[in-house]
């Protein structure tokens, strides 16, 4: 079975500043991997997702993700963040079944 | 515009009293799930659908029913709710099972049951 662990619950930052929001998963087969934005009131929306190929996966709104093997980690970065971007997020793996599994979500808040 | 629908946003219940959340999307997407999000927890699969009349349970199936008998509604019903199942319940859906596809998720539908 796979699993998602997000290792921050909750990350405040200033606008402008850089931001990394952590995911490391657990897999015994090959996953896909994702990153889903959860603005308040609203469904997830789809951010960015790893497939193959390259492991630097760049996503809407600026972000971009590092497949990591090795280390089994998915991370989420942005260079500098805006206030628009206060959201909570996903991290998910999907592997080649029907089971799209979700980590806790990291609540992102940007201040001015 | 593609998107999944589900209705309604927001209900209060009582205990007992049997409910249907509706989804439906328009992209005739495969395959449909259901999930509840609880604060810490993040998103657990309660009942999943790979096609017409194919369901099967997620996580957290207990206390709940799904149908699919056409391919673009995925009724969620609760036959006797009970104050543990208050949660926020999200309807996704993808063109198929396949791992490379990520979800469409609906907008949510806040349940409280008292």
């Known amino acids: 079975a796979q699993s998602v662990t997000q290792l921050d619950s ?24 994702f ?11 789809l951010l960015l997702k790893y497939l193959s190929g390259s ?49 806790a979500g990291t609540r992102l808040t940007v201040k001015p | 515009e593609a998107q999944v629908t589900q209705n309604p946003r927001y209900l209060i219940t009582v205990t007992g009293k049997k409910l ?17 999000q609880d604060p810490g927890l993040g998103l657990r699969q309660i009942y999943y659908s790979m096609n017409v009349e194919v369901t099967d349970k997620g996580d957290v199936p207990e206390g709940y029913k799904v149908s699919r008998k056409e391919k673009r509604n995925f009724p969620l019903i609760l036959e006797s709710p009970s104050p543990n199942q208050t949660s926020l319940y999200f ?3 993808s063109l198929s099972s ?16 008292v």
Not at chain 1, 35 to 45: D, I, K, R, S
């Open chain 1, 55 to 103: 492991t630097l996966v760049k996503g809407i709104n600026g972000f971009e993700a590092e497949f990591n093997k090795s280390q089994t980690s998915f991370h989420l970065r942005k260079p500098s963040v805006h206030i628009s971007d206060t959201a909570e997020y996903f991290c998910a793996v999907r592997r080649n079944n029907n089971d799209m599994r979700f980590g």
């Open chain 1, 10 to 33: 909750q990350v405040p930052v200033f606008e402008e500043a850089p931001v990394e929001l952590r995911c490391n998963y657990s897999s015994s087969v090959s996953v896909y991997l």
């Open chain 2, 20 to 36: 249907t959340v509706t989804c439906s999307q328009n992209m005739n997407h495969e395959y449909m799930s259901w999930y509840r």
């Open chain 1, 35 to 45: 990153w889903y934005v959860q603005y308040p009131n609203q469904g997830l929306q």
């Open chain 2, 91 to 93: 309807c996704a859906s």
């Open chain 2, 98 to 113: 396949g791992a490379n596809y990520g979800y469409t998720f609906g907008s949510g539908t806040r349940l409280t049951v």
